[in-house]
Nanobody, 119 residues
Framework: VQLQASGGGLVQAGGSLRLSCAVS????????MGWFRQAPGKEREFVAA????????YYANSVKGRFTISRDNAKNTVYLQMNSLKPEDTAVYYC?????????????WGQGTLVTVSS
């Protein structure tokens, strides 16, 4: 499975961005997908996840109500809509995949896309 994240950029506080993660190599619906982020000097942290069917979603408390994860399995793409962005959202954002029904760490990771939120 190969993952390609895109959509990062520079945005002012209060603005919006939509990240995309293109999945290739396998059918994306076979995988639970997640978004993680790593800010400078900090450890990588969980942001959001979505089940293979898209019926279940999960969010970190810090982004709940501002970010929305979704997927289009016909396009093998997962999205992260980020609204009301804050400077503390600045980070490299990574998409990740884990086979459906498997617990534990994510097996596959994209290369990351940088999001910078200016105050």
């Amino acid at each position: 499975v190969q993952l390609q994240a895109s959509g990062g950029g520079l945005v002012q506080a209060g603005g919006s961005l939509r990240l995309s993660c293109a999945v290739s190599g396998r059918t994306s619906s076979d995988y639970m997908m997640g978004w993680f982020r790593q800010a400078p000097g900090k450890e990588r942290e969980f942001v959001a996840a979505i089940s293979g069917s898209g019926g279940s979603t999960y969010y970190a408390n810090s982004v709940k109500g501002r970010f929305t994860i979704s997927r289009d399995n016909a396009k093998n793409t997962v999205y992260l809509q980020m609204n009301s962005l804050k400077p503390e959202d600045t980070a490299v954002y990574y998409c990740a995949a884990r086979p459906r029904g498997q617990a534990g760490p994510y097996d596959y990771w994209g290369q990351g896309t940088l999001v910078t939120v200016s105050s």
